[in-house]
């Protein structure tokens, strides 16, 4: 919840900065400076090193988290704090709904104050309490839980915008009761980028959605097999991949050094775990049948191209045979009637 002062100012625009799973500082312009924070869980003497908070709750039941809010800058800043449901975007990254969304699930759950005053390079723990609803469906539920501040920029056409910036962390909750994590593949597409150089091989490449049917958060990991090559996902460079219960994500994994050989079998196969910080429990792997057709179109126009050369040349050498044994046939032609006209010897 914004403070009064707060939701005083006209909103022209909304910039909310993403909630990352290990929190940063944020950092804000205006015209009384630039103001940088951050925000981290804690316990009631401060930081205690986590990157978001898990935690387990029985329907009906209450817990208190903590909140460090750092103020990094030069001067006193009121900020305020709102919790929201969370979410995870398409690229992978956790975030939470902004302010002008309504919450519906856990970010309903969560209970703090609505500002805090902090002063320059000092720290403020503040409590939050979630409060389980009793008919909490079992199974995780995400929020998250920020600091923001306002600032006003003035835009292109001289009117006065209002701009918020947040950042903060994510609040997994657990409610207890049966625990049935699930997950489909879907819409799985194979496509083959084919290589015009005969002597190189291409790449696979395969589109599929898992899709969490489950209750329960989800880390998906999977490989790719085609042609003897594997690949697997997410990518070494990339960050993990969670799917809160009801989520469906989108995901194309590519095996590269694929020769076309007319038609390539190819498997994939992904390995949910169900998310819990610091572990996780494995479920039954999920495959689908990847196989695609690759017709080797540059050897087979390498193979004709050599095919016509050999047809060429023998037929240019049965030409010449043939042409020279016309050009003899006719000298010995040519010498036969001479000789017959030549007068007979006295």
Do not use: C, K
Request: charge should be negative.
């Amino acid at each position: 919840m914004a403070s009064p002062a707060l939701r005083a100012l006209p909103l022209a625009a909304l910039l909310l900065l993403a909630v990352p799973a290990a929190p940063v500082a944020a950092q804000t312009n205006d015209d009384a400076g630039t103001v940088t924070w951050s925000v981290r869980p804690a316990d009631a003497s401060g930081e205690d090193g986590r990157a978001w908070v898990e935690q387990e709750l029985d329907p009906g039941a209450t817990a208190t988290e903590h909140m460090a809010v750092r103020n990094l800058s030069d001067t006193e800043v009121t900020f305020a704090l709102s919790a929201a449901d969370g979410f995870f975007q398409d690229n992978g990254r956790f975030s939470m709904l902004p302010s002008n969304e309504p919450s519906v699930d856990a970010g309903l759950w969560i209970d703090v104050q609505e500002t805090v005053t902090v002063g320059p390079d000092e720290t403020a723990v503040v409590p939050f309490t979630t409060t389980v609803p009793d008919n909490a469906t079992p199974g995780d539920h995400a929020a998250g839980i920020a600091a923001s501040v306002l600032s006003e920029q003035v835009g292109a056409d001289g009117a006065t915008v209002g701009v918020e910036s947040r950042v903060g962390f994510r609040v997994m909750t657990r409610v207890t009761g049966d625990l049935a994590p699930a997950v489909s593949l879907e819409d799985v597409s194979s496509s083959y980028d084919l290589s015009w150089n005969p002597f190189a091989p291409g790449s696979a490449q395969v589109t599929f959605t898992v899709v969490n049917t489950g209750n329960a958060r989800l880390l998906v990991t999977g490989a790719l097999t085609a042609a003897g090559g594997e690949a697997g996902f997410p990518g070494p460079e990339e960050i993990d991949q969670e799917l809160l219960p009801g989520d469906e994500r989108t995901f194309s994994v590519t095996v590269d050094d694929v020769w076309p050989l007319v038609y390539i079998p190819a498997a994939l196969e992904i390995t949910p775990v169900v998310g819990v910080e610091g572990e996780g429990a494995a479920i039954d792997p999920v495959t689908a049948d990847a196989g695609f057709w690759a017709v080797p179109w540059p050897q087979l126009i390498a193979l004709a191209g050599i095919g016509l050369l050999i047809f060429s040349t023998f037929r240019g050498r049965a030409r010449s045979r043939t042409r020279l044994e016309t050009l003899l046939e006719a000298a010995r032609e040519e010498g036969r009637r001479e000789a017959e006209d030549e007068p007979a010897a006295t």
